[in-house]
Each structure stands twice: as structure tokens, then as C-alpha cells.
């Protein structure tokens, strides 16, 4: 078991990651293209706010400085009031799409809490794009799982607006993209249509790779902090991060038009927590990196087909398992929160949930309600029945997790 991870040490060269240096000195990280002010860190600004949040509120605009920075873009919004990376990513399409526009995703279908914010789903008049005369295509993937990119560079028209790329597998069996392959589609979209705007979901990627989306010409990029950014402690949140005007834009969906990023309150107990969380996200990373490597050794030994395979660099934090049957899958769930350090006495029960289509099952025995930085697995009750694993807050966590899983699949 131990063995499966010497793979990371030539897969993961060594290398300062942005997060834990911008909290601890300055928040200037060289591949910003971007040149901002030079920020210093102190107490105070850990302190909250409440009301509207006017002025400097608290270490907000020392909080969005540092995401900023960190992801290599123009500016970040980041808020508590993003209560999820689903949230986040609605405000961002908000932002770029109008009535007679077209969405575009090229990278296969979108997540399933997507499709009804897109219109896919229908959402009942609620207010999906759809439903305000905004059109919708994607891209299938290749054969081989991969990107199309003969049909990529063929795809757009003169009203495509936005073009969406998942970073992350999502619930398909497909490989997470790199931020290279992000940066080649985007300049695949532009050649076609400079006026093209470049959306990416970023959740489960922050901080995998030494560089981020907006450093390869993404406009806005979105996640959430109960993912990776937010260290497994940030206790709730999402961000926003890219262009300016965008950014703000995406800001005004979350408040209203004339708000922007100049107001939002948050506790201070809340601010400090997700400074803290930034900082301690790229070690969070790693240890879910590290259990994702020892999770795909073990399971393809038993003849499980992995996604992605075995000792091959990752691009997110997920790891995927075809386990082939329902009876295997919620075995494997109730492996994970037998496990878990919250909860563990609890029996995952797999049924229908806002935003899916299909009975879903969740083993997450979290600290934070549904946080996946933390020990946590999930998956659609469908073919080919998939789980999805992610977070850990050590990967020794998802040894113990193979060693109930395996006494009890069949």
C-alpha cells in the first residue's frame, strides 16, 4: 500500500505553491500577469464586519487581493454568501450571458447541479438561462473520453457568447483537464471569435497544478471554498476570480446592480477562518492527491477499472471507481462514512437530492456540512456506477477507508 504513493514524489516536483507564501509575507506570486499593490497580513484583518459591510469590511479586500494573486487574475470576489461552487458558477454565466446569447460547453455535459440552471433540466420558470432566451450547446467528448478538438475548432458561432469548460470530471467518466489543455481551448475559442468569453468551473483543481486558468486566458473562473481552496476549515463560500469587469459583474448577480464588490458582511470568526483555510489549502491538496494515487493502486490491483489511472500526474483531486453494480457502490459509501470521523455510526441512504436528476448517495462524515476537501466519496445510483472520491485531510485516512472497503465488496 505504502508503495503506491512513490509515484508522487517524480510525478509533483517540488515547488513553492502561492497560498501558504502570499498569507505568511506578501501576496505577489510571479506568474500574475497582473501587477497589484503589495499586501501585508496582519490580525486586524481577521477581524469581520457586519451590516452591510462598507469600506474595507473586515479583510475583505485584503481576502479578494489574495485570491486574486494566487489564481494569476485580475481580481476576485470571494464571500460567504456563495454557499456553493454550483452558486458561484450561476452568478459568473449571470454575468457574461444576456437574452439571444448562446452557451457553449466544450467539454461534454456540464455537472448535474448545472443542468437546471442551464435549462437542460427544466427548472419550472424559476429562472434558468433558459428561461431568459439564452441557447445552449456542448461539444461530446471523443471517443477516447478526451476532448474533440477537431470539433472544438469548428464549434462556434457568431452568438456564442461564453464558452464553458469543466476543469473536473464532474460525474462522467472522463479524465480532469490540465490548465495546458485549458489554455489550448481557450486559444482554440478565441481564434474563432476574440470576443468569445472563457468561463471555467475550477472546483477540485485549485492548487493541483503550479499554474491556474486565468494564467492560460480564462475570463472568470468559479469554485467553492468548501472544496479545495478552503483548506477543509473554511466553514463556507465561494469566489470569483478574473477579469475586472467580469468579476464585478458576477458580484452584482450575487448582491444587485450598483453593489458590486464594495459591500457583504462577514463574521469574524468566518474571515479568519478562510485566511486560514487559504493557507493551509496547498498541504490539504497533497494529502487528497496523495490518498487519489493510493486509492487508483489498490483498486485497479482488484480489477476495478480507475479514472484517472494509476501513477499518472494528477490534474484535480478526484479519484473515480467503476464498481459495476448498485450493491458495490453503496458498500463502498458505507465503507467511507464507517470511516469518517463525524457520523461514522450513520448509514448513507442514496435518494433524490436538489440539483440531481439521479438518486445520488453521499458518504461525508464532515466537520463542515457537505464539505469534499474533507474524507468524502459520492456518485450517481446509474450505469456504470461510479463513486467519486475526494478530499482527506491525510492520506493515511483512505487506507484505513481500502481496508473496510475491501472486507466487504464482492
Not at 73 to 80: D, I, L, N, T
Request: with cysteine; aromatic share 10%; proline share 5%.
Amino acid at each position: 500500500m505504502y508503495a503506491a504513493l512513490s509515484c508522487a514524489t517524480s510525478a509533483y516536483p517540488m515547488h513553492t505553491l502561492g497560498a501558504s507564501r502570499a498569507i505568511v509575507s506578501s501576496s505577489r506570486v510571479s506568474a500574475s500577469p497582473f501587477h497589484l499593490k503589495e499586501q501585508i497580513f496582519v490580525p486586524e484583518h481577521f477581524s469581520g464586519s457586519t451590516g452591510y459591510g462598507h469600506e474595507e469590511a473586515g479583510g475583505r479586500e485584503a481576502l479578494d487581493q489574495a485570491f486574486a494573486e494566487i489564481f494569476g487574475a485580475e481580481s476576485a470576489v470571494v464571500r460567504a454568501q456563495f454557499f456553493s461552487g454550483t452558486r458561484a458558477i450561476t452568478c459568473a454565466l449571470f454575468a457574461f450571458l444576456r437574452p439571444g446569447d448562446e452557451l457553449l460547453a466544450v467539454a461534454g455535459a456540464p455537472y448535474d447541479t448545472l443542468e437546471e440552471v442551464i435549462g437542460i433540466r427544466d427548472s419550472n420558470g424559476l429562472g434558468s438561462l433558459k428561461d431568459f432566451g439564452i441557447g445552449y450547446r456542448e461539444v461530446p467528448l471523443a471517443e477516447d473520453g478526451e476532448l474533440d478538438w477537431d470539433a472544438l475548432s469548428i464549434s462556434l458561432k457568431p452568438h456564442t457568447k461564453c464558452a464553458f469548460i469543466q476543469r473536473s470530471c464532474g460525474y462522467s467518466w472522463r479524465r480532469s483537464l490540465s490548465v495546458d489543455e485549458i489554455g489550448r481551448a481557450i486559444g482554440i475559442i478565441k481564434s474563432q471569435n476574440p470576443n468569445c468569453l472563457v468561463m471555467v468551473d475550477n472546483c477540485y483543481g485549485e492548487f493541483v497544478e503550479t499554474i491556474e486558468p486565468p494564467m492560460v486566458g480564462a475570463d472568470l473562473i468559479a469554485g467553492s471554498l468548501i472544496k479545495n481552496p478552503g483548506g477543509t476549515i473554511a466553514p463556507c463560500g465561494g469566489y470569483v476570480a478574473g477579469r475586472k469587469k467580469w468579476v464585478e459583474a458576477a458580484a452584482a448577480r450575487l448582491s444587485a446592480p450598483g453593489l458590486g464588490v464594495d459591500c457583504g458582511s462577514t463574521p469574524g470568526y468566518i474571515m479568519r477562518t478562510i485566511f486560514q483555510g487559504l493557507f493551509l489549502s496547498p498541504q490539504m491538496v497533497g494529502e487528497a492527491i496523495k490518498g487519489s494515487f493510493l486509492i487508483a493502486e489498490v483498486m485497479a490491483a482488484r480489477g476495478y477499472k480507475v479514472q484517472p489511472l494509476c501513477r499518472v500526474p494528477r490534474h484535480d483531486t478526484v479519484q473515480a471507481i467503476q464498481l459495476g453494480s448498485r450493491e458495490r457502490l453503496l458498500a463502498f459509501c458505507e465503507a467511507v462514512q464507517r470511516s469518517s470521523p463525524v457520523s461514522s455510526f450513520t448509514k448513507p441512504i442514496a435518494g433524490a437530492t436538489p440539483g440531481y436528476a439521479s438518486e445520488v448517495i453521499f458518504a461525508d462524515g464532515t466537520f463542515i456540512d457537505g464539505s469534499t476537501s474533507e474524507l468524502s466519496c459520492d456518485g450517481p445510483l446509474r450505469e456504470p456506477f461510479a463513486v467519486f472520491c475526494q478530499g482527506g485531510t491525510h492520506w493515511t485516512q483512505w487506507g484505513l477507508v481500502l481496508g473496510e472497503v475491501l472486507k466487504n465488496l464482492k
